[in-house]
Nanobody
Framework: QAQVVESGGGSVQAGGSLRLSCAAS????????MGWFREVPGKEREGIAS????????NYADSVKGRFTISRDDAKETVYLQMNDLRPEDSAMYYC??????????????????????WGQGTQVTVSS
């Protein structure tokens, strides 16, 4: 089973930036798709970005498109989420997910929370106005 670990959360003022990191590791673990999700109390977990690690294709929710960027560092086996122009409504617990059995569809990885099996513990992002 994979271990997924996020880091990089914190508190920032509106308009600021943060970068989250995610590493998935385990015996012979290789994931084609990885995604970033966020959740606030009382709401469903939202898939905000995904990346196909081999093709590099990315997929974003409308709520973050143009402000957030998901990327990968193959050498470090790490996926990042660069978050710019943060807004108070971006405040949430952010989770990274992976699944070694999940592949892309038409070149893109899903943002559906139901399709990923391996999850990190989450990292809190708080944006103040």
């Amino acid at each position: 089973q994979a271990q997924v670990v996020e880091s990089g959360g914190g508190s920032v003022q509106a308009g600021g930036s943060l970068r989250l990191s995610c590493a998935a590791s385990g015996s012979s673990y290789v994931s084609n798709c990885m995604g970033w999700f966020r959740e606030v109390p009382g709401k469903e977990r939202e898939g905000i970005a995904s990346i196909y690690l081999y093709g590099g294709n990315t997929n974003y929710a409308d709520s973050v498109k143009g402000r957030f960027t998901i990327s990968r560092d193959d050498a470090k086996e790490t996926v990042y989420l660069q978050m710019n122009d943060l807004r108070p409504e971006d405040s949430a617990m952010y989770y990274c997910a992976a699944d070694r059995d999940l592949g892309p569809w038409d070149g893109y990885c899903t943002r559906s929370k139901y399709m990923y099996k391996d999850w990190g513990q989450g990292t809190q992002v708080t944006v103040s106005s």
